[in-house]
T-cell receptor
């Protein structure tokens, strides 16, 4: 049974700071990694996807992947109160395999 | 491009009653997923379809849950009879999967509908 783990939080950071969200996964053959943002009462919204070791940047967001350590992270630079949400890490194996979601980390950005 | 559509948005039923949810995926997306998200938890996959075939239903409680996607487009998820612990948000998602030269491409992100919030009393 594949597992994805995240700290449940809440993670509180001041406005303008860097928020660092972490995720570990158990299935070594996992190929695709995703970060979703979920506001309270809303459905998950895709923020980033990453497939290769290293960093991937998109605006204020940077995803980092280390397959050897089975670890993926999301950095949010210049955090804004509007970034306050639950961040879900999702992992997928090869083609046709399903997504496994972590429990999510609740982020609170304080004005 | 229209997103994933779901209905109803909210449903309140009593235990032992039946309920059905409907989902229409993004046009052209062959893969459709149903998830259950209990408050405070991440989404849990119930069933995954590829066109009108089931790819994975290992976590679907088959004694009470059923799902179908007869024409490979929209899908329904049914619960019969409902239990108190079925209270959750039921999310439908779809994805467009494309392989290039045998490797996973960047087109396997999944997109979620607004969900149906089910309350079982």
């Amino acid at each position: 049974q594949k597992e994805v783990e995240q700290n449940s939080g809440p993670l509180s950071v001041p406005e303008g700071a860097i928020a660092s969200l972490n995720c570990t996964y158990s299935d070594r053959v996992s190929q695709s990694f995703f970060w979703y943002r979920q506001y309270s009462g809303k459905s998950p919204e895709l923020i980033m996807s990453i497939y290769s070791n290293g960093d991937k940047e998109d605006g204020r967001f940077t995803a980092q992947l280390n397959k050897a350590s089975q670890y993926v992270s999301l950095l949010i630079r210049d955090s804004q109160p509007s970034d306050s949400a639950t961040y879900l890490c999702a992992v997928r194996g090869n083609y046709g395999q399903n997504f496994v979601f972590g429990p999510g980390t609740r982020l609170s950005v304080l004005p | 491009e229209a997103g994933v559509a779901q209905s109803p948005r909210y449903k309140i039923i009593e235990k032992r009653q039946s309920v059905a949810f409907w989902c229409n995926p993004i046009s052209g997306h062959a893969t459709l997923y149903w998830y259950q998200q209990i408050l405070g938890q991440g989404p849990k996959l119930l069933i995954q379809f590829q066109n009108n075939g089931v790819v994975d239903d290992s976590q679907l409680p088959k004694d009470r849950f059923s799902a179908e996607r007869l024409k490979g487009v929209d899908s329904t998820l049914k619960i019969q009879p409902a239990k108190l612990e079925d209270s959750a948000v039921y999310l439908c998602a779809s994805s467009l999967v494309r392989r290039t030269s045998g490797r996973v491409s960047s087109y396997n992100e999944q997109f979620f509908g607004p969900g149906t919030r089910l309350t079982v009393l």
